[in-house]
């Protein structure tokens, strides 16, 4: 019976465990729009560097189709904020997180090969952070471009794949 109780005990931690490390990864509304800006904007920069230093056109097609979606997005949730009356933070501070959010080009790698390979990672934590958001608010305008925006990281995911892959 002790092992029993040891067993139900370490299971009821575990899952508590895991109801609080799924609460830990929400963010708040305005949080979310503040992280989620900060880092589109970073790979619309990372996009607009990718396109001056390249010569492929496969490059080239997709930074133009990331520059547009990520600009469209971030305008959306611009619109999102301002309806919701939520405190967003200021341009410079966005701008400093981008930066740092900025892919860095390893020694030995082509700039190509290092902005497919981050555009894989960035395009992955970008749908994560999406599918956590659209499953976890409770604000139907977030939830509504989580939904929207999914497809579109999905394609670039699918795109940048393609990109690690060619190089």
């Known amino acids: 019976m002790n092992r029993m109780a040891t067993r139900l005990r370490n299971a009821s931690f575990i899952t508590l465990l895991g109801l609080c490390a799924g609460s830990a990864f929400a963010q708040s509304p305005a949080e979310f729009i503040n992280d989620a800006s900060a880092k589109g ?21 997709y930074t133009i189709v990331v520059i547009n ?22 341009r410079e501070e ?25 555009q894989v990672q960035t395009t992955q934590e970008a749908i994560a952070q999406l599918e956590q958001e659209a499953q976890t608010t409770d604000v139907p305008e977030i939830k509504a471009f989580a939904e929207e925006t999914l497809p579109k990281l999905q394609k670039h995911l699918q795109m940048a794949r393609a990109l690690q892959a060619s190089r």
Not at 47 to 58: F, G, I, P, V, Y
Not at 69 to 90: E, F, G, S, Y
Not at 94 to 118: C, H, I, R
Request: glycine share 2%; proline share 4%.
């Open 41 to 61: 904007m970073a790979d619309i920069e990372a996009s607009r560097l990718a396109h001056q230093k390249t010569d492929s056109k496969e490059v080239k097609d």
């Open 69 to 90: 979606d990520r600009t469209t997005a971030n305008q959306h949730l611009a619109k999102i904020a301002k309806q919701l009356d939520l405190p967003v933070a200021p």
């Open 94 to 118: 966005v701008v400093d997180k981008a930066n740092t959010l900025m892919p860095k080009v390893k020694e030995g790698t082509t700039f190509d090969q290092a902005y497919a390979a981050s």
